[in-house]
């Protein structure tokens, strides 16, 4: 996925990058003085490493970085971007970064009824893709999208300005995505799953009910589907089942909680939804590759961060 960068765009992350310079932070997740916007930045290479990317949109500005949903893994740089329509877990890999040469990208939260306002009010017209897809893709930042980046990061400098202005970059900057070289992709990707007969509706309910137990019957009735329909489209666009979905994001947060300083382990999945400790304990290591404790040490002692 990575390609040839024209002259203008060399320059314009070149300002970026120097722009999040002035972000004091070593490496990790920096929130700024806008609520949607984000700064990730690794100072040296890392494993894989399992996560659940947010509906968002996150644009390289330097470095490599390895994409693996499902069975797929595609590499992807300095000019394209990551985005998703659904909380959609995923594991990523960063690849050559040093402290001189860090890898840096910009995190813009939005969400898929945003993208669907800006494109009815600015009449975008648009050649929509009908077939279902994974919820996360890769696309190629147009000049004009990373000028809007631009300005976002010298906007959040100032906060008397941030709640005026900020809002209308940002649909400014769904604008460009929408209407640049690779739009028709990007509004298909982002607004599919929203028209796919319930099943993003389904989505958020096991987002947002994760540590309840549920039947498949009911997750289909709730989309408004047959049962193996659901299984079809689910997996489509997750690459897993409606268990395995929910049993991802339960354990994500349950590092999270963990990372935040949560201690008991036995609390820890009760929060989460797990009725047996032992179940929880040997489910996290499966996916994390360590007990829960020896991963947050672990992942503290590297001075990581969840992203």
Same mark, same amino acid.
């Given at each position: 996925?990575?390609?040839?960068?024209?002259?203008?765009?060399?320059?314009? +992350?070149?300002?970026?990058?120097?722009?999040?310079?002035?972000?004091?932070?070593?490496?990790?997740?920096?929130?700024?003085?806008?609520?949607?916007?984000?700064?990730?930045?690794?100072?040296?290479?890392?494993?894989?490493?399992?996560?659940?990317?947010?509906?968002?949109?996150?644009?390289?500005?330097?470095?490599?970085?390895? +994409?693996?949903?499902?069975?797929?893994?595609?590499?992807?740089?300095?000019?394209?971007?990551?985005?998703?329509?659904?909380?959609?877990?995923?594991?990523?890999?960063?690849?050559?970064?040093?402290?001189?040469?860090?890898?840096?990208?910009?995190?813009?939260? /939005?969400?898929?009824?945003?993208?669907?306002?800006?494109?009815?009010?600015?009449?975008?017209?648009?050649?929509?893709?009908?077939?279902?897809?994974?919820?996360? /893709?890769?696309?190629?930042?147009?000049?004009?999208?990373?000028?809007?980046?631009?300005?976002?990061?010298?906007?959040?400098?100032?906060?008397?300005?941030?709640?005026?202005?900020?809002?209308?970059?940002?649909?400014?900057?769904?604008?460009? +995505?929408?209407?640049?070289?690779?739009?028709?992709?990007?509004?298909?990707?982002?607004?599919?799953?929203?028209?796919?007969?319930?099943?993003?509706?389904?989505?958020?309910?096991?987002?947002?009910?994760?540590?309840?137990?549920?039947?498949?019957?009911?997750?289909?009735?709730?989309?408004?589907?047959?049962?193996?329909?659901?299984?079809?489209?689910?997996?489509?666009?997750?690459?897993?089942?409606?268990?395995?979905?929910?049993?991802?994001?339960r354990l994500q947060e349950a590092r999270r909680l963990l990372m935040g300083g949560t201690v008991d382990v036995t609390r820890t999945a009760s929060q989460v939804g797990y009725e047996s400790s032992t179940q929880f304990i040997r489910e996290y290591k499966r996916l994390f590759g360590l007990s829960p404790l020896r991963d947050v040490r672990a992942m503290r002692a590297a001075g990581g961060t969840e992203k």
């Amino acid at each position: 996925m990575i390609e040839n960068i024209s002259a203008d765009t060399k320059r314009c +992350l070149s300002r970026i990058l120097t722009l999040t310079s002035q972000f004091s932070f070593y490496d990790g997740v920096y929130h700024t003085n806008i609520p949607f916007l984000s700064i990730l930045k690794e100072n040296k290479s890392m494993p894989v490493a399992q996560g659940v990317l947010a509906p968002s949109v996150c644009v390289v500005i330097q470095g490599n970085k390895v +994409l693996q949903v499902g069975r797929e893994a595609i590499e992807y740089g300095a000019g394209n971007y990551l985005a998703s329509s659904i909380n959609m877990p995923i594991k990523g890999q960063v690849l050559k970064a040093t402290k001189e040469t860090p890898y840096v990208a910009l995190q813009i939260n /939005f969400t898929s009824e945003e993208v669907a306002s800006v494109a009815l009010e600015a009449n975008v017209n648009i050649n929509s893709y009908k077939s279902l897809s994974t919820g996360a /893709f890769i696309g190629k930042t147009n000049i004009e999208a990373l000028g809007v980046c631009e300005r976002l990061l010298r906007l959040s400098v100032d906060s008397q300005a941030v709640a005026f202005l900020a809002p209308a970059a940002k649909r400014e900057l769904i604008y460009r +995505l929408l209407t640049g070289e690779e739009g028709d992709v990007f509004y298909s990707k982002m607004l599919l799953h929203q028209e796919a007969a319930g099943i993003n509706h389904v989505i958020n309910w096991i987002t947002a009910h994760f540590d309840s137990p549920f039947t498949i019957s009911q997750l289909a009735d709730l989309g408004n589907m047959s049962v193996s329909n659901l299984h079809h489209k689910f997996k489509a666009v997750t690459t897993m089942t409606p268990l395995q979905y929910q049993k991802r994001i339960r354990l994500q947060e349950a590092r999270r909680l963990l990372m935040g300083g949560t201690v008991d382990v036995t609390r820890t999945a009760s929060q989460v939804g797990y009725e047996s400790s032992t179940q929880f304990i040997r489910e996290y290591k499966r996916l994390f590759g360590l007990s829960p404790l020896r991963d947050v040490r672990a992942m503290r002692a590297a001075g990581g961060t969840e992203k």
